[in-house]
């Protein structure tokens, strides 16, 4: 006898990452190369862990006193605490203060969850979102899963070859009173000090909501204070605002999924309301936040001589991703590459665009087996002394034989 499936009329749904690994993962070239992974790798090709993350792990795992009860709904206070101390300076206004909480969140998009959640709860006026990055991010599937119509830009200028502040400025101009703004990557987009000021106001006067994303501190400049002192304009003007801290990549705890919903407000007694009303929301969500990646972190960043050692690891990584750069400009150079390289090294972290087209992506993709996505925006730390001369070599034949195509084709129309 037959029975109707109550899945019946589930159809499939179009996968929106992972096919470029896919494809990657099926080449059987033996010299295939994949550029685009998330994670920070090594020179061995490794996804890096910081040395302390290890040490740590080792004395968690051997340590008999441990408690291994659920965590509280919004999670370890000492590592939210630890954790607005590393975003904002131990002695910041909003600390001092006492106007800036978190709760400990689960998964990378977890603060966005949250965050959005409430959003669309207390902030019922606020049913636009604007998303600006240097890149697609995910957090758009999430405002537009609670109902939000959301809009998304990036402040990559692909004709000029560099992160534009004026697109960030514009879209801020035009984005209409009361909306949210979900700002990312911003440490990658260098506004001037009369440009903060500007966009600042703009914000101010529309009642614009700020919702910034930080997921790589310290991967940026090498310089934990320096990626995020963009907030401390912030606050210093007044401003109210939610904060995504992922802590996951600056560890290297990648399959923890760490980071917090920060929360900044005008006074302790609305911060106090926020938080009660986000801790029923986690609740509903996850219940109870996973402690492991949480007490590493904790563990690292109360401790003087450690926090200072994982400080040392993240400079390290960001002065290594900054020589592979250098090496891949420069050999673009002397192998009389078409075009200018300079934006290779302007863009900090350790991912950032080539400046390919997608006729040249295509190329490295198909002829060369080099697999980055058809933005061009690669991971640098997977360039290595063992492949940047096949990589550069490539890069170059892939912009002369595209340039020779278009050529020829224009040769032909003219004809």
Request: proline content about 3%.
């Amino acid at each position: 006898m037959s029975t109707l499936s109550v899945f019946s009329d589930v159809t499939s749904a179009q996968k929106l990452e992972g096919s470029l690994l896919k494809t990657y993962k099926q080449d059987i070239y033996p010299n295939k190369m994949f550029l685009a992974y998330k994670v920070c790798m090594t020179n061995e090709g490794q996804p890096w862990v910081s040395s302390v993350v290890h040490k740590i792990r080792q004395q968690i795992a051997q340590d008999p006193s441990l408690n291994y009860e659920y965590l509280p709904v919004t999670g370890m206070k000492s590592f939210i605490q630890a954790s607005l101390e590393l975003l904002f300076g131990k002695h910041s206004q909003v600390i001092v203060e006492n106007r800036v909480g978190g709760v400990h969140t689960v998964g990378d998009s977890g603060a966005f969850q949250l965050g959005a959640q409430f959003l669309k709860t207390w902030c019922i006026g606020s049913q636009i979102v604007h998303i600006i990055s240097s890149k697609k991010e995910q957090h758009g599937l999430v405002f537009q899963d609670k109902g939000f119509i959301v809009y998304e830009h990036s402040f990559w200028d692909s004709e000029q070859l560099y992160m534009n502040p004026n697109i960030l400025l514009d879209v801020v101009e035009q984005a209409p009173h009361g909306c949210i703004f979900v700002i990312g990557n911003i440490g990658n987009c260098k506004l001037t000090p009369s440009q903060w000021t500007a966009l600042m106001a703009t914000m101010k006067r529309k009642q614009i909501f700020p919702f910034f994303d930080i997921p790589y501190q310290g991967f940026y400049t090498g310089d934990l204070e320096e990626d995020t002192r963009f907030l401390q304009y912030f606050v210093s003007e007044g401003f109210e605002f939610f904060c995504s801290q992922s802590l996951s990549k600056n560890f290297g705890i990648y399959d923890e999924g760490v980071g917090i919903l920060v929360v900044v407000a005008l006074n302790n007694k609305f911060l106090l309301c926020v938080l009660s009303q986000l801790r029923n929301f986690a609740l509903a969500l996850w219940l109870n936040p996973p402690i492991m990646g949480s007490r590493i972190i904790t563990s690292i960043l109360c401790n003087p001589s450690l926090q200072e050692a994982w400080k040392q690891n993240l400079k390290a990584v960001v002065e290594s991703t900054m020589l592979i750069k250098e090496k891949v400009k420069e050999k673009l150079r002397l192998l009389g590459t078409p075009g200018c390289w300079d934006h290779i090294t302007n863009q900090n972290g350790t991912h950032g665009y080539l400046g390919l087209d997608f006729q040249q992506v295509e190329y490295l993709v198909k002829n060369k087996h080099i697999y980055i996505p058809k933005n061009g925006r690669i991971n640098f730390t997977c360039i290595n002394a063992c492949n940047i001369d096949y990589i550069t070599e490539s890069i170059n034949e892939a912009i002369r034989v595209t340039k020779d195509s278009e050529k020829s084709l224009e040769e032909v129309n003219d004809s």
